[in-house]
């Protein structure tokens, strides 16, 4: 129960970043964990669970590792946990995606994050929800896992699961009616897969009034294809993972942007007859795209988080069209980060320890002049560096290295101009890179800090190879 967890701040409890939070938070080495109420924060003891569930065992080597390569260890631990942890049998079908459970507590958490938030919860206060919580989840799957853990959380909540897959629904089915969570949750088949929210549950809409949240994990892919991926060097192969899904599951037109942003254009129609509109995203950069879309159509409140479990990250994005006043500007207690008095984002600083200044401008300046499409001018009297640069250059630096390493053609990553312009300087033993522009390109600043950070290091490195062979 949420009461019986520790008492946490709304304002560390929902998250909000951009492309450029994360930037930073690569830079100070911030790292994510899961979200505070996931009891999945520390990792099972397989070993135990196995103990109870022989068909979890065969996939536990010596040490205790499981192996979650394979999609039936994945199916096996999570039936197992189900029904640990929450009394759910579940039939999981091999031939569809299998859920893993601590991304969706994840999300649901969250999701719980907003729907307090919009009762303008005071800080430090219990979690309060609305009395009446129904909530839709926009494609439910063959596991009806979003709504069968929901009301498991919240007994007293009701779900509406859309679904376009016949198979998938008949086993949605399945798992609501051996739960005996009928009362709780109905499936709702979605004839017309191109239609998210209008025209599938209009009727629901009108019967319950206002709804309090919607929930979806979109299909990643445009085309079949892409699901392949591609290897970024000769020598590290791509990751071998069994994916039983199917192309209804993975693939859509226009990718999770073109389903996600058809999501958008209905809840315009919509409107305030659903609270929360949320969604889940498998990649960082489509969380700007819609972002800005969503602004540039006047939507008053948008919330953004990432999801963290294990080694996988998702992204998640949530609108409402009520102005609600504590909802801007929240951070997630995991991502939230000090930074010293005088810091500013318009400037970055690395000590150069044992380096000496001279070979560390002069290292500087060489790898800087080799990047292509940036201008580098060095002062005589006072050795300072001024850069200008049209095109992010620097981006990508490590996959050049391996391609130069394997004797691969270097590609140059091309972006749009950006119009950087900084000084690098050295003071009181450090390197400092100060925008000459303040405010037009911070993010940049940083990936070039980074980029030069590299180099210097590299240097070090070098130099104590040196010294130690002496």
């Known amino acids: 129960e949420i009461n019986e967890h520790t008492q946490v701040c709304l304002r560390t409890e929902v998250s909000y970043c951009s492309e450029a939070?994360?930037?930073?938070?690569?830079?100070?080495?911030?790292?994510?964990?899961?979200?505070p109420r996931n009891r999945y924060q520390n990792a099972p003891d397989f070993k135990d669970i196995a103990k109870d569930f022989p068909n979890v065992a065969k996939f536990i080597d010596e040490n205790g590792k499981y192996n979650f390569s394979l999609q039936v260890a994945i199916k096996a631990l999570s039936e197992a946990l189900l029904k640990r942890d929450f009394s759910l049998d579940v039939v999981l079908p091999t031939n569809r995606l299998i859920p893993t459970i601590p991304q969706k507590l994840n999300y649901l958490h969250w999701i719980e994050d907003l729907l307090a938030t919009s009762l303008l919860n005071k800080p430090g206060s219990p979690l309060v929800f609305p009395s009446s919580v129904i909530g839709v989840d926009i494609g439910t799957g063959a596991s009806c896992i979003h709504p069968l853990?929901?009301?498991?959380l919240h007994p007293d909540w009701i779900f509406l699961g859309t679904e376009i897959d016949s198979y998938s629904q008949r086993y949605a089915e399945d798992n609501v009616k051996k739960n005996s969570?009928?009362?709780?949750?109905?499936?709702?088949?979605?004839?017309?897969?191109?239609?998210?929210?209008?025209?599938?549950?209009?009727v629901e809409i009108k019967k319950l009034g206002q709804i309090s949240f919607s929930m979806c994990n979109p299909p990643f892919y445009e085309k079949l294809e892409d699901e392949l991926g591609t290897n970024r060097s000769g020598h590290r192969p791509a990751v071998q993972r069994e994916c039983p899904g199917t192309d209804v599951e993975m693939v859509t037109d226009g990718g999770e942007v073109g389903f996600v942003s058809r999501m958008i254009e209905d809840s315009l129609i919509i409107g305030k007859n659903i609270v929360w509109y949320t969604s889940m995203l498998g990649k960082q950069k489509n969380l700007l795209i819609l972002k800005n879309k969503l602004e540039s159509r006047g939507v008053p409140t948008v919330q953004t988080s990432i999801l963290t479990q294990g080694r996988t990250m998702r992204w998640a994005i949530a609108w409402s069209f009520y102005t609600l006043e504590n909802a801007p500007e929240m951070l997630d207690k995991s991502k939230k980060r000090k930074r010293k008095k005088g810091a500013s984002c318009e400037s970055r600083s690395f000590s150069l320890e044992d380096l000496p200044p001279k070979l560390a401008l002069t290292t500087l300046l060489h790898c800087l002049k080799e990047l292509p499409s940036i201008e580098v001018n060095q002062d005589d009297d006072t050795g300072c560096i001024t850069c200008q640069a049209l095109k992010r250059s620097?981006?990508?630096?490590?996959?050049?290295?391996?391609?130069?390493?394997?004797?691969?053609?270097?590609?140059?990553?091309?972006?749009?101009?950006?119009?950087l312009k900084c000084t690098i300087t050295l003071a009181d033993g450090s390197v400092v890179f100060q925008l000459i522009n303040p405010c037009k390109d911070v993010n940049s600043l940083h990936e070039l800090f980074l980029f030069c950070k590299a180099e210097l290091m590299d240097k070090r490195k070098h130099m104590g190879k040196v010294v130690n062979t002496a």
Not at 21 to 32: F, H, K, M, P, Q
Not at 181 to 199: A, F
Not at 395 to 409: F, I, S, Y
């Open 21 to 35: 939070c994360a930037r930073i938070d690569r830079l100070c080495n911030i790292v994510y964990t899961m979200h």
């Open 181 to 202: 969570l009928e009362r709780c949750i109905s499936i709702i088949r979605n004839q017309t897969p191109s239609k998210v929210l209008c025209g599938v549950i209009d």
């Open 149 to 152: 853990l929901g009301v498991r």
């Open 394 to 419: 620097w981006a990508g630096r490590r996959r050049r290295k391996r391609q130069r390493l394997t004797n691969e053609k270097t590609c140059t990553d091309v972006f749009d101009s950006i119009n």
